[in-house]
């Protein structure tokens, strides 16, 4: 299968994924483009498509449980597990600490494949290893929508995104947008 690059931006730039201007990221740093993946999924056909990509890299790897961060990785986890014919979960905070909630359950001895729309630092995607870790979960790997880390972030087992890029980001003090009196949004899903 293997998308190319050009192809994954084009649906993202078409979808409403690839958004520029000016943005307050997660971690207070301040960029000119932002991935808003949630769009993505607006666009069934499309989303189909990246998570197919995913569901791909991943299936010789003899995962039962997909599992996934909310928000981010909640809908992705469902259809890279409905590609896969598996099971999906997804993790959320409770009172600060990534939990399953709901019912859901891992069982030990279970191989996981853990999704995220976005990865960035990957700290999401930790956590949610290390819960699943915790209950004797085997994890086979890592897939994303988008490695904004450029490949250096290290989850210490296979990870594979559709488009990994390098997004510059600035320290609020060194924005060059800010001394230029451009507006700023902050369009993540935390505050």
């Known amino acids: 299968m293997s998308m190319t690059l050009e192809r994954a931006l084009e ?11 000016h943005f307050k990221l997660t971690s207070g740093r301040h960029s000119d483009r932002y991935m808003q993946c949630a769009r993505l999924f ?18 010789d790897k003899n995962v039962d449980l997909v599992a996934g961060p909310a928000i981010g990785g909640i809908i992705m986890a469902y259809e890279v597990a409905r590609i896969l014919g598996v099971r999906n979960v997804f993790a959320e905070r409770e009172n600060g600490v990534m939990t399953l909630r709901r019912g859901f359950a891992a069982v030990p001895g279970s191989r996981a494949l853990v999704v995220e729309d976005v990865v960035t630092t990957g ?18 790997g890592v897939g994303a929508v988008v490695d904004r880390s450029n490949g250096a972030v290290d ?3 296979p990870f594979h995104a559709v488009a990994a890029m390098s997004v510059e980001s600035w320290e609020a ?17 935390r505050s």
């Not at 649906?11 to 201007?21: K, N, Q, S, W, Y």
């Not at 607006?42 to 299936?59: M, N, R, V, W, Y």
């Open 11 to 21: 649906i993202f730039r078409r979808t409403g994924v690839m958004l520029e201007g």
């Open 42 to 59: 607006e666009h069934p056909g499309d989303s189909a498509l990246i998570c197919a990509e995913t569901a791909e890299a991943f299936k």
């Open 123 to 140: 700290g999401s995607v930790k956590e949610v290893i290390e819960l699943l870790r915790g209950r004797g979960v085997e994890v086979a």
């Open 155 to 157: 989850f210490g087992v």
């Open 173 to 189: 003090d060194d924005c060059p947008l800010c001394r230029q009196g451009f507006h700023m949004t902050k369009p993540g899903s």
